[in-house]
C-alpha cells in the first residue's frame, strides 16, 4: 500500500509538471479549482508574457510563487509521509525524490505571504504557523536523509510524530493556498 501511494504521489507529480504553464488555485468548498495560464504566440511577440505576472501584493513574486506552488504540492505530500525508515528508503533509492533544499527555498519563496488577508476562518498567522511547521518537519526530514537508519535516533521519531495525524499537518496548505489565491489572482 505504501509503493501504491508513493508511486501515486509520484506520477502526479510528474503530471504537474508535465503541464507546464502557471497556475492559479482558488478555495472551493473543500475542493480546489486550477485555472491554467498559457502564453501564446501573440503575446510572446508582443513582448508580454501572462506566465510571468508579477502583480499582486507588495514584495510577492506571484510568477516564482506560482511556479513554487505545484512543486510544493507533491513535496509536502511526500513529507508527511516519513513516519517509517521505508519511506526514508524510497527516498534515498531514488524511487521516489524529494529534495530537502528545493523545499527550503520555497517555503523561503512562500514567506513573502505571511501578510496576505485571509478569509475569517483561518486564525491570525496561519501562514506563518504553517510555514514554520514545515520548514521544522523538512529541516528534519533533511536531516534523517542523511543518516543510514534515521529510526535509531531521536529525530526520526520527532519528524513521525509531527506527521503522525496527517490531516493536521497537512492543514497547513489550506492557508497557504489561499494566500497564493489572494496575493497572485
Do not use: H, W
Amino acid at each position: 500500500m505504501r509503493r501504491y501511494l508513493a508511486v501515486f504521489l509520484l506520477l502526479s507529480g510528474l503530471a504537474l509538471t508535465a503541464c507546464g504553464g502557471s497556475s492559479n488555485k482558488t478555495a472551493t468548498g473543500s475542493q480546489n479549482v486550477v485555472k491554467s495560464t498559457t502564453t501564446t504566440a501573440a503575446d510572446r511577440s508582443s513582448g508580454s508574457d501572462s506566465g510571468s505576472d508579477s502583480s499582486g501584493s507588495g514584495d510577492i513574486d506571484c510568477a516564482e510563487i506560482k511556479a513554487d506552488a505545484a512543486t510544493f504540492l507533491v513535496q509536502i505530500q511526500l513529507l508527511a509521509q516519513f513516519r517509517n525508515k521505508d519511506a526514508y528508503d524510497l527516498v534515498k533509492s531514488g524511487t521516489v525524490t524529494y529534495d530537502p533544499a528545493k523545499m527550503a527555498t520555497i517555503l523561503t519563496d512562500f514567506e513573502s505571504l505571511e501578510g496576505v488577508d485571509l478569509s475569517p476562518l483561518q486564525p491570525d498567522g496561519a501562514v506563518k504557523k504553517a510555514i514554520d511547521n514545515y520548514s521544522s518537519a523538512n529541516d528534519l526530514a533533511k536531516q534523517n536523509l542523511a543518516v543510514d537508519d534515521p529510526f535509531t535516533q531521536a529525530k526520526g521519531e520527532e519528524l513521525a510524530d509531527m506527521t503522525k495525524d496527517i490531516a493536521s499537518f497537512l492543514s497547513g496548505q489550506t492557508a497557504i493556498d489561499e494566500a497564493i489565491s489572494k496575493a497572485c489572482p
